[in-house]
């Protein structure tokens, strides 16, 4: 897979539901934000990539046809090939379907669905060729990958909305691509009017492990990026110009760009059934209830972690921080974030996401790493990044770290 900072290339974010932070120091930051990109391009003939619906927390918050269905041949990914696991590690969790589906020029074949913590993961190839691309003036350049928005999840009863989630993959030799595709099962919705009623749901603490359940993937749109000279006229109905805005960093130069975006609307969707109990069967919950103080010259905080869950592909902490002080040197307004380091019993590090603004005082977040491998002893790291430093930004809070032996 690409570096880990790549991601941050095509991320779309609907702008007006964030607030401006500015940056006193902005070309140290871009600075190292460049360097993160260029830290490990992609040395083999396959194009690999890594991009993300991310939602970020700073500041003050946080052609056509007739759809038509068929079984193939077992080709793509499996689910383990994106975690570096062996074949098969995840039998008993997974369901493999290998059901394609086409509709308007696009072909998605879903090889196999996992129930995973409060997600659902897809394993899935795309194969848009028979999509007119040049006469939509869809950006046909190798960085350019298709984006599956939020699928409509329904398992049993229970219909799932604002599921967009990570999503990583790599081009095949014929430009189709392999896929893995995460969907969050946080937002339930109970009317099914497309808003979530419940937010934070706990899925499985609601489901039944002696109940096979009915589950309905439904894939209502997918976005391309655009050529910067193209011009919307005369496409076809099932076009929409996306209001999600586009943009990245260019990996060589450093420099910002902005993107325009359309989505191809259509019917891509999938069923199959799917029984929950080996992943509850499996998943570790520790009531860790414990209170971190994170503090130096300038920044006081009560941090409290409250829980850890360690299922076969992730670890989750919940936590949640009050700010006593953060104060910034030289009356800057360089931004603060609090992450954490996760290492293993070897020590090797899991990569752990979200963080958090000081500045934004959430009542409790989950941080999420993936597991690459089996785990006996955890080691939880408090990091505050300040950002008004001018080096030695990571500052580790070694006095305040936790350790779980894990059960495994």
């Known amino acids: 897979m690409k570096n880990k900072f790549d991601i941050f290339n095509d991320i779309k974010i609907e702008t007006d539901k964030y607030d401006e932070i500015k940056f006193d120091n902005n070309d140290e930051f871009k600075n190292k934000m460049k360097n993160k990109i260029r830290e490990n391009k992609v040395s083999n003939n396959k194009k690999k990539m890594a991009i993300a619906s991310i939602g970020i927390l700073i500041g003050s918050m946080v052609i056509v046809s007739e759809p038509s269905l068929a079984y193939i041949r077992n080709i793509g990914k499996q689910i383990e090939y994106f975690f570096n696991r062996e074949d098969n590690t995840f039998n008993g969790y997974k369901v493999e379907l290998n059901q394609v589906v086409e509709d308007k020029g696009i072909e998605i074949e879903l090889k196999e669905i996992m129930l995973g913590d409060g997600e659902l993961l897809l394993s899935l190839k795309v194969d ?166 994170i503090k130096d010259r300038y920044t006081d905080i009560d941090v409290s972690i409250e829980e850890v869950r360690v299922s076969p592909t992730k670890i989750k902490i919940k936590h949640s921080f009050k700010v006593n002080k953060n104060i910034n040197k030289d009356g800057r307004h360089d931004p603060k974030f609090l992450e954490f380091i996760v290492k293993g019993e070897k020590g090797e590090d899991i990569e752990v996401k979200n963080s958090i603004d000081l500045n934004y005082n959430p009542e409790s977040i989950y941080a999420e790493g993936e597991l690459n491998s089996n785990i006996k002893d955890i080691k939880i790291i408090p990091v505050i990044e300040d950002w008004g430093k001018k080096f030695n930004h990571t500052k580790k809070f070694n006095d305040q770290s936790i350790t779980i032996k894990h059960k495994n």
Do not use: H
């Open 128 to 293: 848009d060729s028979k999509l007119d691309k040049a006469y939509l003036g869809i950006d046909e350049s190798e960085d350019t990958w298709p984006e599956l928005y939020e699928p409509k999840i329904q398992i049993g009863d229970l219909i799932f909305t604002n599921t967009g989630g990570a999503m990583s993959g790599e081009a095949n030799d014929d430009n189709s691509k392999n896929m893995l595709l995460t969907c969050k099962l946080d937002n339930l919705d109970e009317n099914n009017d497309g808003e979530p009623d419940v937010e934070k749901f706990d899925l499985t603490n609601n489901l039944d492990i002696n109940k096979n359940y009915d589950i309905k993937i439904d894939i209502d749109k997918i976005g391309y990026t655009l050529n910067k000279d193209a011009k919307l006229k005369n496409t076809p109905e099932y076009v929409e110009e996306s209001d999600v805005k586009g943009g990245g960093v260019n990996a060589d130069t450093g420099e910002s760009f902005e993107t325009r975006n359309i989505n191809i609307l259509g019917n891509w969707n999938f069923k199959t059934t799917i029984n929950a109990k080996k992943l509850i069967d499996d998943i570790d919950i520790y009531n860790v209830n414990k209170k971190l103080k």
